[in-house]
Structures are given as C-alpha cells and as structure tokens.
C-alpha cells in the first residue's frame, strides 16, 4: 500500500520531491535576485522597481495600463514605484502624441544604464548556468518556466 500525504493525495516520496523542487525554485530565485537587489538597495528600490524598469526598456512607449497587465498588479500597486522612478529621472511618462488621454513610458538615459546593469547581471548569471548545464537542461529549463507561467 502506498503512503498518501493527508493533504494532496502525493505518496511521501513524491511529495518529498515536489517540496525539494519548491525549495529549489525558492532559493534559485533568491539567487537570481540577489545580485540586482544589492544594486536596488544602494538606490533605495526594490524589485518591482526593477519588473517595472526591464518591461520598458523591453517595450519602450509601453502604455501604463499595458504596465499595469504584464506586471499583473493594480494601479495602487504600480503607482508609488513609478512615481518615484520618474522622480529619479529613470522613466519618463508622457502623453501619447496619437491619444492625449494615454500616458506613455520610456527610460531615460539614466534609466537605461540602470536597467542594463540589472539585467546584465541575471544574464550572465543565466549563461553561465545554461552553460555548465547544457543546451538539453536549459531547454528543459524553459519548457517548466513556460508551463508555470501559464497556471
């Protein structure tokens, strides 16, 4: 007969691999951060700060309601954090020229840099992973972030 943990039906020994994988993921990400949070912090921001920077700088002239989808937060949530990164002069946030009633959102110069540092970081990082675990891992690696993304 097979074990079965209380609450989701797993045996113990695969809930046992499903938590390590979740621990996994936890302390990857960890990771992953740690290099831009350290830069963040000097700034006295956070990683929304950063969500926000790499999504413009992906889709400059990015709507703040396209914002407000793709981080999938609500307009509270977004406005603290990009009202003090135009402060910083590190996003700009203008009026559309087609539709005046839509602000549009690009980095400066300044934010640019920044946004580049940031991400330069979880790149190289990223390389060198998919590096020392070949292309078949890392393949495997972005079929699992895809599923997940989808949930």
Request: glycine residues 6%; positive net charge.
């Amino acid at each position: 007969m097979i074990d079965r943990n209380k609450n989701t039906g797993f045996s113990d020994d695969r809930a046992a691999d499903l938590h390590e994988a979740m621990e996994l993921l936890f302390f990857s990400y960890r990771a992953f951060t740690a290099g831009p949070d350290r830069i963040l912090e000097k700034r006295g921001l956070n990683r929304v700060h950063h969500r926000i920077l790499y999504f413009v700088a992906r889709q400059p002239g990015l709507s703040v309601n396209d914002l407000l989808s793709v981080l999938d937060v609500s307009k509270q949530a977004l406005h603290i954090p990009l009202r003090q990164l135009v402060g910083m002069k590190l996003v700009q946030n203008d009026k559309s020229k087609l539709d005046g009633r839509v602000r549009e959102l690009r980095l400066t110069a300044a934010g640019r840099r920044l946004e580049s540092r940031l991400t330069g970081t979880q790149q190289l990082q990223l390389e060198s992973v998919f590096a020392d675990a070949g292309s078949e891992a890392e393949q495997g690696w972005r079929k699992t972030m895809q599923l997940l993304a989808q949930d």
